[in-house]
């Protein structure tokens, strides 16, 4: 298993898409890996096909039916165009370049499409791909155009087009290929315009070693032949063909092998066994290896091309959903294949052990908001790198839940990280993991930004439950004015501070839990019966019992100890009024308003 | 045939800098197709060859040599300088003002009308003009005004850095003029290219990354500008540019050509230098007139074969032009030692210091029924009045803001409408739809109607389905010289049509594109059928077995206005039209001849018979 060193000296560093089914308009950057996630029927699949129809190989039409359709529309305006607008720049291993180098594959290749911005005048290229009703033909047409420039988003329509025209030759070397979800070497196997079948179609074997290749066919037929009685039987009967068929002389033999090396091709099968099973073919294993087999097909493939390239290769690969039907071990070794996979790739996945893998600045998140897609991605643009190695960390952790969330709360600590989750869980009766919402410490008061930041980017409703002093406070506010939020903690709806100047633990250490709070206290720490009776009395003894709660919550170490049981103690109480704290009980209405869920509580009267 | 051991050194040539000085039949465009041929075949690495040649003949001959490479567009561009130019403009030219396929006024008498109309707008240019006297005097002063813009354009200078502020604001008027009607000249093609390669080094730099290898071909009729935009295209570094040449044959100074160029050349990119000066192409008489013209002509080897020169002598150009057909005739019918195989017409060529003198020649030649061509002007001009307002339609259709050709058409059609011309139309659709509602007469409605058939879209347009229409119109028509006209002139359009088709890659069927292709000469074909007509300066880079160059008279050629160095310019003309000839060389001229004016006059025969060796004694 290699990998290439020589880098095709091109990326596609950004995607635009206009009217091609839910893509109403969307503008997508992308990088040398990108990860598409989102719900299902939110456009990933429509964005890896609009790619497809622009630049694919094998490029498939763009009809009538791949026009957005608007809500209320019956049928497509016949001036609405469907436009893919693909942005190249010249990279190196280092990264983008200004220019493409002297003597690039590529200024050859496709000489003045190649254009210059107007500002900077460095290099890049744009081919666009419109189709549009023509009037004449009565029929939608599609051609493939050079930009002149990379005009603003909100007007592409108007960008000027190069005189010459893109052909097939200037997009085969940068050949976008797309595995969908249903991908299976079976087929691949199969079908004769596959990779598999462009690989190996020529072996590379010496005419020599062809021709003693197929004597010994030749003699293993006459063999088996030799060694069938029915074989010969039928044989015999064959060479009647001559009596009825005017031919001079012949000889009709049965083949049981395939004579000619061309022809053995065909026949080419992967056998695979595991450790102490019988060897079968790949089309008998399950759909799984079946999967991965297909992927590991076109790295060779990939690889190979781009070896015996001269350069002129720009690998581009679009997998959906690398995850199917796999094990979870799996998809997490998954992820490693396709990374050494040459060139550029593009997944789409809802599957959290890919996607935990992957850098969390290589994320698009699809939405859909009526019957338009909306794409994100994380603006990485203020966040340092501690911050992203924090996020990555935290994907990586919550086993990439953190993405694939309906809802997230942020907190400082870890007493909120395990005593949220238990209320939640007495508050709609089932866990919160199954309702997609991901509490989420962020370390300390100063960490909530990255993560904020990731939930706006990725539209997931997100919460602060923070404590109540003024530093946590001032910083929140901080992080509020960053991400466009009103600066006010108090005007966020979703923002939820402990009053009092008090942090989680204070908080709980209320009159109302006084009694109970000791009572999971004292059952942490006895060791036996007569040192429950101990310390009863001890505390019994204690004078300000609420801030002698406060300091034993609060104590190094102690915060995991006591975070569960207290948590558990007081959501299992019997009165609903105090089931659960009142900012929590807040919390979790606000929450269940916003994401219609109900709650198994009602609210006290 | 096997190349020379020089002419395989030149095909060898790799990088650096290379001058070539290569004389009359040394097979320079030979050399120039191998070599690009070998860059392309044989040169590592990933890169295209720009080849510049003097003429769209040549460039259309060089890529039949190299129809090899199917895409031989996708590894080399091969044309004129100025198609070069307005490439580059289509592509980049926005820094310059320049959006899209610039919109080409090629004619003189359109860069006439501009620059007459500016100067009516301008109150003291106005004054300027009139005050010149009556029309004749101002066609004649407009003339001269318009030759000082050429100049100044060609020696890259901008109305505010002239020191003659006249010439200046009239320079200004007619630029602004042509902008007013989107539309750029000849000379701007070089101006603005050079403009854009110096005022923005990173678009030179891209086609530098483009085109490693340049080759330029004839570089000795190379004028300023365009010596200085190939060295801003080049810049400081680049040094991969072939100069082939012949300080012998230049004959473009009138029109602001220098070799000196060859000279600069070899300084600036201190190129290497190669003399070819083999002669494969002349028979040993050739040679030894032509050495006799310039004896610092040197010939290294020679054809064994001995050829012939003739001189006829006529009483006047009736007499000349029976002779010359009765020369010819006798080599049709018996052919020649010298030449293999039957004479042809094809093989033949008469030539002529100017395009006047073959009148009777043409008269004759009609009578005897023999084919010819005549390719004396590079201009793609109409004859019939259907497919002048069909051109013009053509002109407004690609450029709606061209005012000067509008108010050509609404003249044309007595329809001078001031509310059309002073509207200003975003597309054609809706300017013709203006001029439709108040069109009178019916030949109008026909062209409209053509130009509906060219349908909307635009990246391609349906040429032939507008001439047919034409086609059919001109079919109905009874007079048959009228009739005739108009075929003729529809077949030359379908003729250029096939030739854009032809050499547009992609598929790409633009208006503007064709009518650049037309304007800047492109649809010119390397040979027709038939004996050639042939003025000396449109031979250039052509051969024939039999040349015969007719009106060889004191005052025709050399031309009567030449004095000093004009007439050595003269003589290196008379070397060109000698050189063409393969075998057979026949000077004739006529012992009077009719003035313009009407009467006769005694001729003098051109000192140039002598200087060969040849005497009017006969």
């Known amino acids: 298993m290699t990998t290439p060193s020589s880098h095709s000296g091109i990326q596609i560093t950004e995607v635009r898409v206009r009217n091609y089914r839910s893509l109403k308009s969307v503008d997508m950057q992308l990088g040398p890996f990108t990860v598409l996630i989102g719900e299902n029927n939110s456009g990933k699949t429509s964005l890896l096909e609009a790619l497809f129809a622009a630049i694919g190989a094998g490029r498939r039409v763009i009809t009538q039916d791949d026009v957005f359709l608007d809500n209320g529309e019956s049928k497509v305006p016949k001036d609405r165009e469907v436009l893919i607008d693909i942005l190249i720049h010249p990279v190196n291993e280092e990264g983008i370049l200004g220019t493409f180098p002297e003597g690039s594959f590529w200024v050859e290749l496709w000489g003045s499409g190649i254009a210059q911005y107007h500002d900077t005048d460095n290099d890049f290229v744009a081919i666009r791909t419109r189709t549009f009703w023509n009037h004449g033909k009565a029929e939608y047409v599609t051609e493939r155009r050079f930009l002149k420039e990379w005009p603003d988003s909100d007007s592409i329509e108007n960008a000027q087009v190069q005189t010459s025209q893109v052909t097939a030759r200037h997009l085969e070397p940068m050949a976008f290929y797309l595995m969908d979800a249903k991908r299976d070497i079976h087929d691949e196997l199969q079908n004769r315009s596959s990779f598999w079948h462009k690989l190996i179609s020529e072996p590379g074997l010496s005419d020599q070693k062809i021709g003693e290749i197929e004597e010994t066919l030749s003699k293993l037929n006459q063999e088996i032949i030799d060694g069938s009685d029915v074989l010969t039987h039928v044989q015999g009967h064959l060479n009647d063909l001559y009596q009825t068929v005017s031919a001079n002389k012949g000889d009709v033999s049965i083949t049981p092998l395939a004579r000619h090396m061309r022809d053995l091709n065909r026949g080419m099968d992967i056998s695979f066994c595991t450790r102490d099973a019988q060897t079968f073919p790949l089309s008998r294993h399950g759909m799984g290896t079946r999967s991965i087999a297909a992927i590991l097909t076109f790295r060779a493939y990939s690889n190979w091309r781009q070896m015996n390239a001269d350069g002129g290769i720009h690998s581009f690969l679009a997998l959906e959903e690398p995850e199917a039907h796999l094990h979870p071990q799996a998809q997490r070794a998954i992820f490693q294949q396709i990374e050494a996979i040459p060139g550029q790739r593009i997944i789409s996945t809802h599957s959290p052990y890919v996607a935990s893998r992957a850098d969390i600045g290589n994320f698009r998140h699809f939405k859909k908001n009526g019957s338009t897609t909306h794409v994100t991605q994380l603006d990485v643009s203020d966040l340092n790198k501690d911050d992203i190695r924090k996020i990555n960390r935290m994907v990586l952790n919550t086993r990439g839940e953190l993405l694939f969330a309906r809802a997230l709360v942020f907190f400082e600590g870890e007493t909120e990280e395990q005593a949220l989750p238990i209320f939640a869980e007495q508050f709609w009766g089932q866990s919160p993991c199954s309702l997609g919402i991901s509490f989420i410490p962020v370390e300390g008061y100063k960490g909530y930004l990255p993560f904020v930041r990731l939930a706006k980017s990725f539209e997931i409703p997100w919460y602060i439950f923070s404590d109540g002093e003024e530093d946590p406070i001032r910083w929140i506010s901080r992080t509020l004015k960053k991400v466009g939020n009103p600066e006010e903690p108090e005007n966020n709806h979703n923002v939820f501070i402990i009053p009092d100047n008090k942090n989680f633990e204070g908080y709980l250490a209320d009159e109302k839990y006084k009694d109970i709070i000791i009572e999971t206290i004292i059952e942490v720490q006895s060791v036996n019966e007569n040192h429950i009776d101990a310390l009863k009395q001890q505390w019994a003894n204690e004078t300000d019992k609420l801030a002698a709660i406060k300091t034993e919550l609060s104590k190094a170490g102690n915060k995991t100890k006591y975070a569960t049981p207290v948590a558990a103690a007081i959501s299992n109480m019997d009165d609903i009024a105090l089931k659960f704290p009142p900012l929590v009980r807040e919390l979790f209405d606000q929450m269940a308003a916003d994401l219609d869920l109900t709650p198994t509580h009602e609210a006290p009267e | ?618």
Not at chain 2, 380 to 389: P, V
Request: glycine share 6%.
């Open chain 2, 1 to 618: 045939m096997k190349l020379s051991e020089k002419q395989q050194k030149i095909v060898a040539h790799g990088e650096g800098a290379l001058l070539v000085e290569a004389g009359p039949g040394s097979g320079k465009t030979r050399v120039l197709t191998e070599r690009i041929r070998r860059l392309i075949n044989e040169s590592d690495g990933h890169f295209r060859v720009l080849a510049l040649t003097f003429t769209n003949k040549a460039a259309n001959e060089m890529k039949e040599r190299l129809e090899e490479f199917q895409e031989i567009h996708s590894r080399a561009f091969i044309g004129t300088l100025h198609s070069f130019c307005a490439e580059v403009l289509a592509n980049r030219g926005k820094p310059v003002g320049i959006d899209g396929m610039p919109n080409l006024f090629e004619n003189f008498q359109d860069r006439k009308q501009v620059l007459q109309q500016a100067m009516l707008d301008d109150p003291e240019l106005r004054h300027e003009l009139l005050g010149k006297g009556d029309p004749k005097e101002q066609n004649k002063a407009l003339f001269n005004w318009l030759e000082s813009i050429s100049t100044a354009k060609t020696d890259l200078k901008l109305p505010e850095t002239l020191d003659d502020s006249l010439i200046a604001k009239i320079y200004a008027a007619y630029d602004d003029g042509l902008r007013a009607s989107n539309a750029v000249d000849y000379d701007d093609l070089l101006l603005f290219t050079y403009r854009l390669f110096t005022e923005r080094p990173k678009i030179a730099n891209f086609y530098r990354r483009l085109y490693r290898y340049i080759c330029v071909d004839e570089a000795q009729d190379l004028n300023e500008a365009q010596y200085r935009v190939i060295q801003a295209l080049c810049g400081d570094t680049f040094k991969n540019v072939m100069f082939v040449g012949d300080p012998r044959q230049a004959i473009f100074q009138w029109n602001g050509a220098h070799p000196k160029y060859l000279d600069f050349f070899a300084r600036d990119f201190k190129a290497k230098k190669i003399v070819l000066n083999e002669n494969y192409r002349s028979s040993r008489a050739i040679v030894e007139a032509a050495r006799l013209l310039d004896p610092g002509y040197e010939v290294e080897s020679e054809y064994p074969i001995p050829g012939d020169i003739r001189l006829l002598v006529a009483e006047d150009e009736h007499d000349e032009a029976k002779r010359i057909v009765e020369y010819l005739s006798d080599l049709l019918d018996n052919g020649h030692d010298d030449i293999e195989g039957p004479v042809t017409l094809g093989g033949c060529a008469i030539l002529g210091r100017n395009r006047y003198v073959f009148s009777a020649i043409e008269e004759a030649l009609s009578r005897q029924d023999w084919d010819f061509y005549k390719h004396l002007s590079t201009q793609h001009n109409s004859e019939s009045d259907l497919l002048r307002d069909f051109e013009l339609c053509l002109r407004l259709k690609a450029n709606p803001r061209d005012r000067l050709h509008l108010e050509v058409l609404l003249k044309r059609w007595e329809m001078e409408d001031l509310t059309i011309l002073n509207t200003s139309y975003d597309n054609s659709r809706e300017l013709f739809q203006a001029v439709s509602e108040n069109i009178r007469k019916q030949d109008a409605r026909d062209v409209l109607k053509a130009i509906e058939n060219l349908g909307q879209e635009e990246h391609n347009i349906k040429f032939s389905l507008a001439l047919n229409m034409l086609k059919e119109i001109a079919e109905k028509i009874d007079d048959e010289n009228g009739r005739a006209l108009i075929l003729q002139d529809i077949k030359e359009w379908s003729r250029a049509w096939d030739h854009f088709l032809r050499s547009e890659r992609g598929g790409e069927h633009r208006l503007a594109s064709f009518l650049g292709h037309i304007a800047l000469g492109a649809t010119q074909q390397p040979r027709q059928d038939g004996l050639a007509l042939l003025t000396i300066h449109s031979a250039k880079g052509l051969e024939f077995d039999v040349v015969v160059v007719m009106g060889m008279m004191e005052g025709v050629f050399p031309d009567y206005r030449a004095k000093g160095a004009d007439l050595e310019e003269e003589k290196r003309n008379f070397f060109v039209a000698v050189t063409r000839s393969k075998r057979l060389l026949c000077l004739s001229y006529a012992k009077s001849r009719v003035m313009p004016w009407g009467s006769s006059r005694r001729q003098d025969p051109s000192r140039f018979l002598e200087q060969i060796g040849l005497t009017s004694e006969v």
